[in-house]
């Protein structure tokens, strides 16, 4: 019954609802603070927000996370010359957040930090603040990817990945 309540749900939700949950003008804020953050480190932040599981995921009852580790290779956030990409994932139908980061940013990152991180965006999630809560995760990781991997100044760092947001 669980599984059927499960799947319901996700088909229930679709890309109306990624686009009632963040806006033209939230993803246009979104993609400016991530290309603001991004000019002061060498780190790549990507923002993905899902509606609900692919049907082929919740088949096999995957995980959110098994999804955004997906994700993480798909958007290849992988695939940064400092391998200090950080996806931040939303999945509406269940409300579930996952953050995932690159070797060289999870070697230096406590579990525990990524997870005060995600502690943040609930707040704001579960007001429907969506936007708010995204921007709160974009900062705190901003802040992270300054501390171990601030630029020298006067350094461009190239843009290896999309600043918007991405909608599923």
């Avoid at 996806?87 to 997870?115: K, P, T």
Wanted: glycine share 4%; proline share 4%; with cysteine.
């Amino acid at each position: 019954m669980k599984r059927l309540a499960r799947l319901l749900r996700h088909r229930w939700h679709d890309e109306t609802d990624t686009r009632r949950a963040l806006g033209p003008a939230a993803l246009d804020r979104i993609e400016q603070r991530i290309a603001a953050s991004e000019k002061h480190h060498s780190g790549e932040i990507r923002v993905c927000v899902e509606a609900g599981l692919p049907l082929s995921y919740l088949r096999r009852n995957a995980s959110a996370r098994e999804r955004a580790i997906a994700l993480f290779g798909k958007l290849r956030v992988w695939d940064t010359e400092a391998n200090n990409g950080v996806l931040i994932y939303l999945l509406l139908a269940e409300r579930a957040i996952e953050v995932v980061a690159d070797r060289g940013v999870a070697r230096l990152v406590e579990a525990d930090h990524w997870q005060s991180i995600v502690a943040d965006m609930q707040v704001e999630f579960r007001q429907r603040h969506f936007e708010a809560g995204l921007l709160k995760a974009v900062d705190a990781v901003d802040t992270l990817l300054m501390r171990h991997f601030a630029l020298p100044e006067r350094t461009d760092n190239p843009d290896e990945l999309p600043n918007r947001p991405q909608l599923l």
